[in-house]
């Protein structure tokens, strides 16, 4: 049976031609495409939920982040595949926190949107390499987290999950206010991130809200 994916993307040629790159993908098939995210959530009835929603994060009338924080509030059940030309960090982070599962930059050959598809239907979540690596695919990670959320409290510090919690809330602290809420110095910081970094493997700030997104600890807005 094939994957329904949606498109949404406010570039008519961009929506077109990735539709012809998905629908030659065995297992792969666009049901749906939309100009913005509009559009498509007052189009969407629980008879034709796609599985993947491929969404632009700058688009007119409701963007990307509105449109992934919608599903997340709606349909939790569409795995939302941001798709943007902006790799920054900030952007990234807010992604998630609106919903998004990952992360396909509009310069990337369909071999990667291949890729993120099978990993979006696989595991629920697709990452660019470099903060995807050993993050993911780890089964041992799967095996410890996945039984109870309360189970990584053994793997960190109560200092380290205060730093996590901190570097991933809502408020989006920089590490600077970071050191300053928990009374500690910046060379205390970055043993915190490095050390999160090894233990959650992980490669960056955005590596460590998806992960708290992944296993329950983000806090996400109502």
């Known amino acids: 049976m094939e994957t329904s994916v949606a498109l949404i993307d406010d570039h008519h ?3 077109k031609g990735l539709a012809s790159i998905v629908n030659s993908m065995e297992g792969y098939r666009v049901t749906m495409d939309f100009p913005n995210g509009k559009e498509f959530v007052d189009a969407l009835n629980v008879t034709n939920l796609p599985q993947i ?6 688009m007119p009338v409701m963007n990307g982040f509105e449109t992934m924080d919608w599903l997340r509030k709606n ?4 795995r939302a595949l941001a798709l943007t030309f902006d790799a920054a960090e900030d952007a990234m982070v807010r992604a998630i926190r609106s919903g998004a599962r990952g992360f396909l930059l509009k310069e990337a050959p369909p071999s990667e949107l291949k890729l993120a598809l099978d990993s979006l239907m696989l595991t629920g979540y697709y990452h660019t390499e470099d903060v995807l690596q050993g993050m993911m695919n780890s089964n041992e990670e799967k095996t410890v987290y996945e039984r109870q959320s309360e189970e990584l409290g053994g793997l960190l510090t109560a200092r380290e999950m205060e730093f996590l919690l901190l570097v991933c809330a809502a408020e989006e602290h920089t590490y600077e206010h970071v050191a300053e809420l928990m009374g500690i110095q910046g060379r205390t910081v970055d043993y915190y991130r490095k050390s999160l970094f090894e233990k959650l493997n992980v490669k960056s700030k955005v590596g460590m ?3 708290a997104a992944r296993h329950g600890l983000l806090p996400l807005d109502a």
Do not use: E, W
């Open 209 to 211: 809200v998806l992960f």
């Open 75 to 78: 349909a939790p059940s569409v």
């Open 13 to 15: 040629m961009v929506r």
């Open 53 to 58: 929603a491929i969404v632009d994060l700058s």
